[in-house]
């Protein structure tokens, strides 16, 4: 028998989260989606949450072109300007 462990295998004790928002008014949000087909109405209720009731100026969609592997470079070099992000899946 073989039992995987399915920690990630880096050294992460250099990395610090960045500081949490103190608001949601006025930022910017990117949504990173798998794109598989049940994402698109979920994200969209996410969306209009995030607008009416946080005050969210701009929320941008990026879709993975492969749901099961990571974001692609690109997708990720972009994120750096968002001040939050929500990645998620969907069946």
């Known amino acids: 028998m073989q039992v995987l462990d399915p920690t990630h295998e880096a ?3 250099g990395l610090v989260p960045p ?3 103190d608001t949601l ?3 910017t949000v ?3 989606s798998n794109g598989k087909q049940g994402t698109k109405r979920f ?3 996410i969306e209009a949450e995030l607008r009416e009731t946080h005050g969210v100026a701009d929320v941008i969609w990026r879709t993975k072109g492969n749901y099961s592997a990571p974001a692609p470079e690109a997708i990720m070099a972009e994120a750096q300007q968002w001040d939050a992000l ?4 969907g069946d």
């Open 11 to 13: 050294d992460v004790a």
């Open 25 to 27: 008014a006025g930022k």
């Open 86 to 89: 929500i990645s998620g899946v």
């Open 30 to 32: 990117g949504v990173i």
């Open 43 to 45: 994200f969209a209720a």
């Open 19 to 21: 500081p949490r928002l």
